[in-house]
T-cell receptor
Framework: AQSVTQPDIHITVSEGASLELRCNYSYGATPYLFWYVQSPGQGLQLLLKYFSGDTLVQGIKGFEAEFKRSQSSFNLRKPSVHWSDAAEYFC????????????FGRGTSLIVHP | KAGVTQTPRYLIKTRGQQVTLSCSPI?????VSWYQQTPGQGLQFLFEYFSETQRNKGNFPGRFSGRQFSNSRSEMNVSTLELGDSALYLC??????????????FGPGTRLTVL
């Protein structure tokens, strides 16, 4: 069965600093990988996804993620964090092959200090 | 284009009662999925409906059920509520559903509190 681990429950960064949120997945074949963001009182919004091809994926809001098969990782990065980026971030994996239902990680809460 | 709407946004029920939540997908979307979000279990998939048929189901007891209407609107029902059913219930719609990838668009959720 597929699974996702987000090792960091909370991450605190200063505004303008760089950000990296970690995600490790467990799945035998090539996974479909996603990052979502959830602001307070809101639903989830897709930031970016990886299906195949270039392992460095660009998303919305200046985010990017890199798929590293050897490390089973799909870490999310942003070079300069804005206060509005404070939110909950979820990594998810889907197996494809007939079902793209995602399995979500437990989430990482991003706190941004001014 | 209007987004995914969920009603009501907040609900308070007592144990043993039943509840019905509603989700209206984005116009033209035919797939609706439901998720339960709790601090303890995180985000868990409940079920997916496509063209009025349940196509995928998560690992939840039979107290959780759903349906989809011909206009793609979906309802989710929970019978005999338990304290542990307190959660944020999220609905997501997509064009063609889980058998081929189309981005899921999430609604703001219904916050259910069971007392």
């Amino acid at each position: 069965a597929q699974s996702v681990t987000q090792p960091d429950i909370h991450i605190t960064v200063s505004e303008g600093a760089s950000l990296e949120l970690r995600c490790n997945y467990s799945y035998g074949a090539t996974p479909y990988l996603f990052w979502y963001v959830q602001s307070p009182g809101q639903g989830l919004q897709l930031l970016l996804k990886y299906f195949s091809g270039d392992t460095l994926v660009q998303g919305i809001k200046g985010f990017e993620a890199e798929f590293k098969r050897s490390q089973s990782s799909f870490n999310l990065r942003k070079p300069s964090v804005h206060w509005s980026d404070a939110a909950e971030y979820f990594c998810a994996v889907a197996s494809g092959g007939g079902s793209y239902i995602p399995t979500f990680g437990r989430g990482t809460s991003l706190i941004v200090h001014p | 284009k209007a987004g995914v709407t969920q009603t009501p946004r907040y609900l308070i029920k007592t144990r043993g009662q039943q509840v019905t939540l509603s989700c209206s997908p984005i116009s033209g979307h035919r797939s609706v999925s439901w998720y339960q979000q709790t601090p303890g279990q995180g985000l868990q998939f409940l079920f997916e409906y496509f063209s009025e048929t349940q196509r995928n189901k998560g690992n939840f007891p039979g107290r959780f059920s759903g349906r989809q209407f011909s206009n793609s609107r979906s309802e989710m029902n929970v019978s005999t509520l338990e304290l542990g059913d307190s959660a944020l219930y999220l609905c997501a719609s997509s064009l063609t559903g889980a058998s081929s990838y189309n981005e899921q668009f999430f609604g703001p959720g219904t916050r259910l509190t069971v007392l």
